[in-house]
């Protein structure tokens, strides 16, 4: 079955819940897949690093319907127990719908929600909190709350009384305890790597869930749904029946605390199309892996190492040769160490790669989905091609592109007037919009092909 844990908004305690039922489940050693709902990179982090697997996001505008019941079936139907952390709050979508929602995900799935509230000064007031959100949409089935940021063994009792008198089951109470707080960003939490002793946090909130939640009832909600066909297999199926015997075409991918916003799904995607990943730390100043045929920076947070980076003068410079010869693929952060200079989070100003003709600076908040219209052939796209991203960052570039640069695609979005973006050459996608590489097979098999024109070209010259 699994079960969705959502809440009236952000910062409500969704993380803690699904993080100290992981842990719970972790110490019961039953095996459980986590799914987050929505676009998102840090509370996934969180959770995969606590379940010990990848988490999966469940994303109906990104990816479509049938890939989040894949996905969902695929991935959580191979373990014990499965859950799935909402976004936002419970009926939060796209501008002013629910398009995309947390109670979206939950009804297409059929799953129950469990609602977590901050009770903090809270009383009978909960009552008609916790009654507006059951009674919405009857079409989703409300499984009962768990309250956080109770403050006493009075303020408890009182509260479950509330819900009682409507109707509501009481699944838990979280205390009010400094110690559970997560650290946050700029952009939401903090990515799991700079968490101090995961294992010792493992170990409080599996004690949080022993003590007050009712895991009986937990155990039951998060029984693993039934078990579907392998997720990329399925994506890529007509691409793999064509052609069995693919040469090996390496893929380096940076990847380390500056560059970490990537979804599991891309690396599986290039795994089974014959394209194995070659880690490539470029903070280290590594040079650029010479074995690989393509590159891949994803995103991250460039911008809170932007001093060390301007250090690493043997990765800046080995991307200036790369874009001659090899194809590149740059999302947001990872566009940004291609610039001439990049500002840090302080406001000062370092030199970056100089293979895009723009400074970055901090600018206003741009986020959401956005409908992408390609208006030319690129490395990726074909002119008309129609995707769909993601838009989330505060950084902002002087420049767009201009004279032998030519813009990937036009990008709208719900209160975004249409306009030009990213960076196109014959060897280079670079672009402010995070793609999900399992929403679409076309992705994969076109960098696959990029790669393998350059094989060729490669063969010949030899």
Known sequence: MACVIAAPSSSSGKTL??????????????SIQPFKVGPDYLDPQMLGASAGRPCRNLDLPLCGPDWVKTSFHGYGGRC?????????GLFDGIGSTGEGSSAAVAKHLQLPVVLVVDAGGQARSLAALVSGFRDLDPDVKFAG??????????????LEDVLAAIEVPCLGCL???????????????????????????????????????????????????????????TV????LAQDTQREPLPVAVAQDNAFHFRYPEMQDCLEAL????????????????????????PGGFPELHAEQLSRCQQSLLGLRDWVQRKPLYAECGGML??????????????AMAGVLPFHAQRGRLQVGYRRLTATRDSLLLKAGDQWMGHEFHRW????????????????????????????????????WVHLHWASSSTISCRWRAALETLATQIATDS
């Open 236 to 239: 890529l199926a007509e691409a």
């Open 175 to 233: 205390p009010r305890d400094s110690s559970l707080e997560l650290p946050s960003r700029h952009l939401g939490l903090a990515p799991a790597h700079e968490l101090d002793q995961l294992n010792v946090r493992l170990g409080q909130w599996a004690a949080i869930a022993d003590q007050h939640l009712e895991m009986g009832v937990f155990e039951r909600l998060m029984a693993a749904p039934t078990p579907g066909p392998e997720p990329i297999q």
């Open 145 to 158: 709350v768990v309250l956080n940021r109770v403050s006493t063994e009075r303020h408890r009792l009182l």
């Open 396 to 431: 902002q570039l002087s420049e767009e592109p201009v004279g032998r640069w030519q813009p990937l695609w036009q990008v709208d979005g719900w209160h975004v007037d249409r306009r030009e973006e990213g960076w196109a050459l014959p060897t280079v996608h670079a672009s």
């Open 80 to 88: 014990d127990l499965a859950l799935v952390e909402g976004v936002m």
């Open 17 to 30: 819940l699904s993080l100290s039922l992981i842990a719970w489940a972790q110490q019961k050693g039953l």
């Open 274 to 297: 014959g394209m194995p990943v070659i880690p490539w730390h470029p903070l280290e100043d590594e040079p650029l892996p010479q074995a690989a045929y393509g590159l891949v920076i």
């Open 337 to 350: 160490m291609l610039g001439t200079s990049l500002m840090d989070g302080e406001g000062q100003t370092h």
